[in-house]
């Protein structure tokens, strides 16, 4: 690479009701933090319903928008999230390329559970270098650098699904969180010290395509939770079910917020006693927060995560309702829970510290300086 030049990174990752928003949102983070060191990203998404294009433009980003989806695209049965792409791969790839438009990017970063090393392969000569961001582990990959930001995941997870010389980044250690995380993190774990039991957090995903919120709205209404308590539930500005809830926070007997599109969520994270929340991304901010937290499984592929995430002690899982109930009443309301709040918050911030991002941003950047 010329080091005079300006680096160009490519994303290829999408989000919708279905797929959520959390690929798209880590790609993002990945990508201001690329920015600061002066280089250039460009996403490549196609749009679906509740894609996120517009947010990726108003962050100062370009932002391509593929094809709309095949009508009655029928997916393959390889990989399990084929269906998520809404076109063939072949296809996808074709219109990465001219997305390109001819240019060859430094980096191409490909965070897309419907895509594997086919089509890593097929866009090998117009990237210097491709990076997949992976949870599943359960497809190759043809990629000069992996990261899987899980709990418990280990480089040996994908033995037989990467090349020799792929580079792996695994663990929760590597998780792309934004600078507002490690400015926020000191005073969060500060506020653990004596938990107030007061402020609770319900964030389940920018898509909460099933309102996931909604059903644990529910299940406090018919709780014996303390009137004086505070619920923030922060969603999405795609989400479906948005005007729903923000009619049924009205009803609620604690005082109720809904807020959407936040950019303080580390705030927001800091000053919450507790949360209820999806076993996505998300899971790593409240890690780096120290946030105690009650894990709504939102899909099957969280469900390894979340397990991860209460055997270490840093969480809790709710299956339905009435163990969500439980949890909160045991830990907001009955009086020998202070304790058990600091023991998970000291459990939960020792998964990582913030400094992912920059971490990947050195890797990404170290052959172009």
Not at 65 to 76: E, I, N, S, Y
Not at 96 to 112: E, P
Not at 178 to 202: M, V
Request: aromatic share 4%; with cysteine; charged share 15%.
């Amino acid at each position: 690479m010329n080091a005079l030049a300006q680096p160009h990174i490519a994303f290829r990752t999408d989000a919708s009701l279905q797929i959520g928003t959390g690929h798209v949102m880590r790609c993002l983070t990945l990508a201001d933090a690329l920015r600061a060191r002066g280089a250039q990203s460009t996403f490549i998404c196609r749009p679906h319903t509740g894609h996120l294009l517009n947010m990726i433009r108003q962050r100062g980003h370009t932002a391509t928008a593929l094809a709309a989806a095949d009508d009655g695209f029928t997916a393959p049965s390889f990989p399990a999230h084929a269906q998520w792409l809404g076109t063939d791969w072949a296809k996808d790839a074709e219109q990465t390329r001219q997305a390109l438009g001819g240019q060859v990017a430094d980096w191409l970063v490909v965070d897309h559970y419907a895509l594997a090393h086919q089509w890593e392969q097929a866009l090998r000569p117009h990237s210097r270098r491709i990076m997949a961001i992976d949870d599943l582990a359960d497809r190759p990959h043809d990629c000069d650098l992996l990261l899987d930001q899980n709990l418990g995941r280990q480089a040996q997870d994908y033995a037989g699904l990467l090349s020799g010389k792929t580079l792996t980044l695994t663990g929760p250690a590597y998780a792309l969180l934004r600078p507002e995380f490690a400015q926020w993190r000191e005073h969060s774990l500060q506020n653990r010290n004596e938990p107030q039991r007061k402020n609770l957090l319900i964030s389940m995903g920018g898509a909460d395509q099933h309102n996931a919120t909604g059903t644990v709205l529910d299940a406090i209404k018919s709780s014996n939770l303390p009137s004086d308590l505070r619920i923030t539930v922060v969603m999405g500005p795609t989400a479906p079910w948005l005007a729903q809830v923000q009619a049924q926070a009205a009803a609620m007997p604690q005082s109720t917020q809904v807020l959407d599109g936040v950019s303080n969520m580390a705030q927001l994270m800091a000053e919450s006693d507790l949360c209820i929340g999806a076993a996505g991304s998300s899971a790593w901010e409240r890690c780096a927060m120290g946030l105690p937290t009650v894990v709504w499984i939102m899909a099957a592929n969280q469900q390894k995560g979340a397990l991860a995430l209460q055997a270490h002690g840093a969480a809790v899982i709710a299956a339905d309702s009435s163990q969500l109930t439980h949890h909160l009443t045991t830990l907001l309301v009955d009086d020998q829970t202070s304790l058990s709040l600091r023991k998970m918050s000291h459990q939960a911030s020792i998964l990582t510290a913030s400094d992912g991002t920059a971490q990947v941003v050195e890797l990404l950047l170290a052959s172009h300086d």
